[in-house]
């Protein structure tokens, strides 16, 4: 896809003028409150778009965009309305908390409720998550876009390819963070989170109208369909994708999921998530902070209609497509197959595809399931399909692998796969965006990156400065240095996601999206119990915090072992429930005797909002008819 000139100027005008608002509206900020929490003056509509903003990015564009696309469907919708009812409860359970005691980051919550190893502990595992998992995924998943649309192209002067497109998203949202903090971010993200919407719709339009005028036998329908309307046509291509129940063995977003596991890292993320609650710790008052949360739930509804159902028709227009970005994604697998295919007995790598990868190519299939049954010394089972056969094969050798030296095993190479989901709605972009419309497209996406982008660094650099560096490293540190830390761990924590994004292109992550959700299962589960368990019971000793957020990692591990088979919502589930029950029993033995008192903030007010609770409902109300709606 070609930019035009006027493409060029909408978007470098749109950049720049993000760039430029958010360092205007936040020139003074010199000293920590202001920088890390925009001088807690943030009203509710800016705390609502900046919410938005700083969590709808790429990772939704590319990761939930591409789970629709795939056999998931509409059920990954579940993420974004659980999270409307999840934002209703922070609201008006944890915000009211939060504020009334002053905290600059949610790690120092801990400190006052339990002892400063809680805080350093979970300020390490945040500080660790942001790194190496967020902010390196959003880099990604923004650069693959760029590089699905543009790749091998030639824009203002740079080679595209995912390590440049890296760079480029990293340092740009690194300027404004640098510049000014929180108030930068949340300025910047009015912006951003408006275009992020707009851009959202315009797609969804476009693509149903693509459907509506598509020829049947192309996107395989009988050719009686041929008078049928875009909505229509969707709803027969896609009954399978269009509802919210997955079966219980289902890897991502099983039905037990909705009872109880997807609440587990839904209240992390928008209760305790450091890069979330920030806008509501910069909040003028109670009140706003709880506007400005319920509006925000409320844009919640309508972000599967602008990114999940687009996801859905990309995979009825360009399969094929997608099928090419598989291929090309699979070249290098595919090459030292050919390379080692003729002496398996000396092979030390064994080779896994899936079943849509079997379905295109039966043969190459065939082949590489001899080979790894050669490999393994083992006839691969004859009765299954042959994505199961191999992966029968595959659990074979890693058991075996287990009883053998490290230089003995059989390693297993990058999944192969059939289609690139996650190619998308970078694929809509490419081919239903005209010409004039394109350079606000790739504006909006950028600037969903660089959202989400921004507000991580923000908040990694406002933990490690608060948390650790002022706890441990200079506890005289001045307002001045405080600042330049955290500015200074902006351009470290950038520096690192860069190097890292193009590393997450390999496809035994299983996408992006699920990448990241996996990876929080580490923290979330435990720290979520730290907190309900803090807040719910007052005489819980201080070594609860320290055993809850220790364990948890451990616990997920282990099961991640031991239970490959159960999804990762259910394994943050069992660990919610496991570190719930070591708390309680380290209670029912030694409780406090007298409830712990945290400290109050009297600089804002912290009277409740009656007009927050009532929409609250209503969001609560509207996102039930939702589920049953589409159930």
Known sequence: MQLNPFDLIVFVGFIVAVITV????????????SYFLAGRGLSWWLIGFSLIAANISTEQFVGMSGSAADYVGLAIASYEWVAAITLVVVAFLFLPKFLRAGIYTIPEFLEYRYNAAARTIMSVFMMVTYVFVTIAAVIYSGALTVDTIFGGQTLLGFQVNLVTASWAIGILAAIYVVSGGLK??????????????VGGAVVMFLAFRALGIAEPSAIGLPVDMASAGAIEKFRHLNAAKLHMVLPQTDLNVPWTALVLGLWIPNFYYWGLNQYISQ?????????????????????????????????IIAYNLYKDQMAEEAVRSNEPVVERFEQLKGSPETADVAFEFNADFAAL???????????NAAVAGIEPDVTLSPAEANDALLAAIAKRNR??????????????????????????????IPTGLRGFMLAAILGAVMSSLASMLNAASTIFTMDLFKQYIHKGANQGTLVLVGRLGVGIFVVIGCIMSPLLDNPVFGGIFKYIQEFQGFISPGILAVFVFGLLVHKAPAVCGVVGLVVNPILYGLLKVVAPNLAFLDRMTVCFFVVLGLMALL??????PTPVELPTNTRIQLESSAGAKTAGIAVVVVTLILYGVFW
């Open 22 to 33: 958010g360092v205007m509206m936040s020139r003074h900020e010199g000293d920590s409150e």
């Open 184 to 197: 930068a971010c949340a300025w910047a993200d009015l912006l951003q989170g408006s275009a992020l919407i």
């Open 279 to 311: 806008r509501t710790l910069g909040a003028r008052s109670l009140a706003e902070g709880q506007k400005g949360v319920v509006f925000a739930a409320g844009l919640k509804l309508i972000i599967p209609f602008v990114i999940v159902i687009p996801g």
């Open 361 to 371: 190519h039966p043969e190459l299939a065939a082949s590489i399931l001899a080979f």
């Open 403 to 432: 009883s053998l030296p490290r230089g003995e095993r059989v390693e297993q190479e990058t999944v192969l796969i059939g289609r690139k989901y996650d190619s998308a709605f970078a694929l809509l972009i490419k081919h239903l």
């Open 587 to 592: 209670t029912w033995w030694k409780p406090l």
